[in-house]
């Protein structure tokens, strides 16, 4: 097995760790990043001071100290500083939004993908970003997509676009004049719910999404984990219902089978006969058309024992679930629980369970939160 690695080095220049935990945390007295980081109070007002003259860090109104029993001035990031741009690749379309700094949505838009050419793709994200730019410089682009990729910038392989060794940095830099990062989109999803999302503040946690596929991310220590191995949908064919459906490579009642958008539509068009949106699925469950209402609540129960599952072995007690297939949780929320209480210990931490309803936008925006990120240590550690 590939060693495991964090997503952020745990060994980084001090006062880009010194940005990233004011990113994260703030605002924040100098007091507690010291704390945070084991560095004196004299060495974080020095690392920050360069931070604060190029406008990335601001001090915001005094409030007690209590470490030094006086008045002191809380920093935070600057968040209009800079924009960003985040984008999500799917074999049919790209989805793209500005960001701040602390990837709040600004405006957002999306393209089909005529064809999975590089130069197509590399046309579309060019055409978004004009439309997205509104006068003001992207400071960097983020893209995320389905699958492996290598020092942020080399797309492995992605599956829904049946890409190889594609260079898609090195492609969309050389159009758009700006720095591009590329991730895995569990990846940067968890990185924008661990920094700005419902993560936030967190140590320790986990993130499932449902909707095309199944997506698991993990935080730990205050890192997010990535390897080798990162992108391959190793969550994607966890048993979960031995008298379940077939997915797609065959294995039987596997989360692919159980709660994926296409697996659940085609589980019902099966049993009616007939065509069906995902949107009518859900309709005809909460109207408790008896086809669609099983197949809805044992998706329901197959997301409570991952749910266990993931809890119990990472031995996390917060899951994010994200994605947009969860309209499952408005006809199966209740059959859920009940699994995930079937599959705990009985004396284990229960489970705070925190739901993304943001739906696809919140892949976009992790996107850009990978931009951030890499800008951010650029930005910290310039001369």
């Not at 990113?23 to 020095?46: F, K, Y």
């Not at 001090?59 to 008045?71: C, H, K, L, V």
């Not at 099966?270 to 109207?287: D, F, K, N, S």
């Amino acid at each position: 097995m590939p060693p495991a690695e964090a997503y952020e080095p745990r060994f980084r220049a001090p006062s880009s760790e010194l940005a990233r935990e004011v990113l994260i945390h703030g605002p924040i007295l100098r007091s507690d990043l010291a704390q945070r980081l084991g560095l004196s109070l004299a060495t974080v007002t020095r690392l920050s001071r360069p931070l604060l003259d190029r406008g990335l860090l601001v001090e915001m109104a005094e409030q007690s100290d209590g470490a030094m029993g006086r008045p002191a001035r809380p920093l935070d990031v600057r968040a209009g500083a800079r924009q960003f741009m985040g984008v999500k690749l799917t074999g049919d379309e790209a989805v793209a939004v500005t960001t701040d700094l602390r990837a709040t949505e600004g405006r957002r838009a999306e393209r089909p993908l005529a064809n999975h050419e590089l130069a197509t793709v590399v046309d579309v994200i060019a055409e978004l970003a004009a439309d997205l730019a509104n006068g003001q410089e992207i400071s960097a682009v983020g893209i995320s997509l389905g699958g492996n990729v290598s020092n942020h910038r080399v797309v492995d392989r992605a599956p829904f676009l049946g890409w190889r060794s594609t260079h898609l940095a090195e492609a969309v830099e050389a159009r758009l004049g700006v720095s591009v990062t590329v991730e895995n989109d569990v990846v940067s999803l968890t990185a924008a719910e661990h920094w700005f999302g419902l993560g936030r503040g967190l140590s320790n946690f986990a993130v499932i999404t449902i909707g095309a596929g199944v997506g698991y991310g993990l935080v730990m220590h205050d890192q997010v984990v990535s390897t080798a191995d990162t992108g391959l949908g190793l969550a994607g064919h966890f048993p979960l219902d031995a008298t379940g459906p077939l997915c797609f490579l065959g294995h039987r009642g596997c989360s692919t089978a159980m709660l994926t958008i296409p697996s659940i539509r085609a589980q019902v068009e099966v049993g009616i006969g007939a065509p069906v949106t995902y949107a009518e699925v859900l309709q005809m469950a909460r109207e408790n058309h008896p086809v669609a209402r099983q197949v809805v609540e044992s998706a329901g129960r197959s997301l409570g024992r991952l749910i266990a599952a993931v809890a119990n072995l990472a031995m996390v007690e917060h899951v994010v679930l994200a994605g947009e297939g969860l309209g499952i949780l408005s006809v199966a929320d209740e059959a859920m629980r009940v699994a995930i209480s079937a599959d705990r210990d009985p004396e284990a931490s229960p489970i705070d369970l925190r739901v993304d309803e943001d739906g696809f936008v919140s892949w976009a925006r992790g996107a850009a939160a990978i931009a951030i990120q890499r800008t951010l240590d650029t930005l910290a550690t310039a001369p």
